[in-house]
């Protein structure tokens, strides 16, 4: 079979080459796999899932098999969704692993992003992929916020209501945009079949698509690899695509669906029967969204109920945490590569092999200072909770989180920068032959004199 189409494509020599490239081997390089894997699962589980789930959200009455929500008027996406929770074999074994797959989905694609940004593997010629990966981080995101709104139950439904406001408080375009996407003032007819239509057909395709051309640049580009014995700038040293990579991936891709299903299996996670169905006048609290919108709606509690008049348009106060702040952190994100090349005055210098954190304490501080906002958002999305646990007043733990917003985040820079230092300091050794010469050990594991510092 395999002359057969040799014969035809000339498929030995590519293949060839291609089951022999060489990947470099690294703990830290199989974050972008967990990610990809996550995805398969994702996408296996929700086949499963949208063959039950029914996208509508006209009123229906609850007549299945949970006693507390007979004879309650809920939506027939609601209802659906009980039903694969009590009635459908299987039914509930696949939601919660899906949506395990989500959250642990987007925390791999973070970690990833993170391993990327403090090796510096953005650098030269690898831009293409970062900007590539922002986009993939984006679609990441928008696929768990309208995933997460599909079962139409009251936490989601509150969720979706403050998306809508945001959206509303854009200014000039706000309201003519929120009636175009939900098809009207919230709650809609509409907004739960359009939420359908994004989280299974246009963002998966344009997921799949992102990861697939991901992967092809990575595979032109090459792997970079840490320093070390023996690799240089203009080689790659690792183990070959076949057998190594691919066994290696199979054996993470088995892991990784395990671990996701006795996750699934285990712990419970969104229970929407005790939810209950979305009714727009009803509300409570706490009510938290998904981890990787915590921080958005960290940011809209923390921000202050002002409104801001500019050239006499009034800009409600959402629009600021809710739309301004997040879309200059993503910009500043997305263009790093170019603004440290520039910072740094690269030129057209490549870089394939890695830094360590400690090689550049400006980028290194610079990126805890950038997780740490987001890790004080996050928690400030759970003030309510934090006031409950810790007995005080939310208001006084709210602008506790203002402060900490601020101070932890810079601590956080002076503290990295320092540890870095030491670490490059740590470095060196006095070798007592004349006190002026110091040795350094490098990367390639040799040693090589350089001045003390100052
Ligand atoms: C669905 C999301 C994503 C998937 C499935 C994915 C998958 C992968 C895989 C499998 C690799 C090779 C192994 C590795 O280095 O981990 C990789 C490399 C890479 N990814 Fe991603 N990735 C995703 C998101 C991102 C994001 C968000 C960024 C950055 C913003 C990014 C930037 C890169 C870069 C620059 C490389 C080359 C790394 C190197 O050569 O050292 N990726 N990706």
């Known amino acids: 079979m395999l002359g057969w189409i040799d014969d035809r494509l000339g498929a030995a020599s590519w293949a060839r080459t291609g089951l022999r490239k060489i990947f470099p081997d690294h703990w830290s390089f199989l974050l972008g796999e967990v990610a990809l894997f996550c995805l398969v699962v994702l996408v296996l589980t929700g086949v499963f899932l949208t063959l039950f789930y029914v996208p509508d959200a006209t009123a229906i009455t609850y007549?299945?098999?949970?006693?507390?929500?007979?004879?309650?008027?809920?939506?027939?996406?609601?209802?659906?969704v009980m039903r694969l929770s009590f009635e459908v074999k299987a039914g509930l074994v696949m939601r919660q692993i899906h949506h395990w797959a989500a959250l642990v989905f987007v925390a791999a694609i973070v970690v990833h992003l993170l391993r990327i940004f403090f090796t510096g593997a953005f650098r030269r010629p690898r831009e293409i992929n970062w900007l590539i990966g922002i986009g993939l981080l984006l679609l990441a995101l928008a696929m768990g916020l309208t995933g997460y709104s599909l079962p139409d139950d009251l936490l989601s439904g509150t969720g979706l209501r403050i998306v809508y406001s945001v959206v509303l408080s854009i200014p000039f375009i706000g309201p003519y945009l929120a009636f175009l996407v939900f098809g009207g003032e919230f709650p809609t007819a509409q907004i739960i079949s359009r939420l359908f239509v994004f989280h299974v057909m246009l963002l998966p395709a344009l997921l799949l698509g992102g990861v697939g051309i991901h992967l092809a640049v990575l595979w032109i580009q090459k792997h970079s690899q840490y320093p070390g014995p023996g690799r240089t700038e203009h080689n790659v040293v690792g183990?070959?695509?076949?057998?190594?990579?691919?066994?290696?991936?199979?054996?993470?891709?088995?892991?990784?669906?395990?671990?996701?299903?006795?996750?699934?299996?285990?712990?419970?996670?969104?229970?929407?029967?005790?939810?209950?169905?979305?009714?727009?006048?009803?509300?409570?609290?706490?009510?938290?969204?998904?981890?990787?919108?915590?921080?958005?709606?960290?940011?809209?509690?923390?921000?202050?109920?002002?409104?801001?008049?500019?050239?006499?348009?009034?800009?409600?106060?959402?629009?600021?945490?809710?739309?301004?702040?997040?879309?200059?952190?993503?910009?500043?994100?997305?263009?790093?590569?170019?603004?440290?090349?520039?910072?740094?005055h690269e030129g057209t210098r490549e870089h394939n092999l890695l830094d360590r954190p400690r090689d550049n304490p400006l980028r290194t501080g610079i990126g805890v200072a950038a997780l740490l906002v987001f890790v004080m958002l996050t928690l400030a999305a759970g003030n309510d909770v934090v006031a409950l646990v810790f007995n005080v007043p939310v208001e006084t733990m709210t602008n506790m989180m203002r402060i900490a917003v601020f101070v932890v985040p810079a601590v956080g820079f002076g503290v990295a920068w320092r540890i870095c230092e030491e670490l490059r300091r740590g470095e060196l050794h006095p070798l007592g032959r004349d006190p002026g010469v110091m040795l350094r050990r490098t990367p390639e594991g040799g040693f090589e004199e350089v001045e003390p510092p100052d």
Do not use: C, H
């Open 63 to 80: 007549n299945g098999s949970f006693a507390p929500l007979q004879g309650q008027q809920v939506s027939a996406a609601f209802d659906s």
């Open 239 to 344: 183990k070959p695509f076949w057998p190594s990579q691919v066994l290696k991936s199979t054996g993470l891709m088995i892991l990784t669906a395990a671990v996701l299903s006795l996750m699934g299996g285990l712990i419970q996670i969104n229970p929407v029967w005790t939810y209950g169905p979305f009714i727009p006048t009803t509300v409570s609290a706490p009510a938290q969204p998904d981890w990787y919108v915590g921080w958005l709606d960290g940011a809209l509690r923390l921000f202050p109920p002002i409104e801001v008049t500019l050239l006499g348009i009034t800009i409600p106060s959402p629009f600021i945490p809710g739309v301004l702040l997040p879309g200059i952190a993503f910009t500043v994100m997305t263009l790093w590569p170019f603004i440290e090349a520039r910072l740094m």
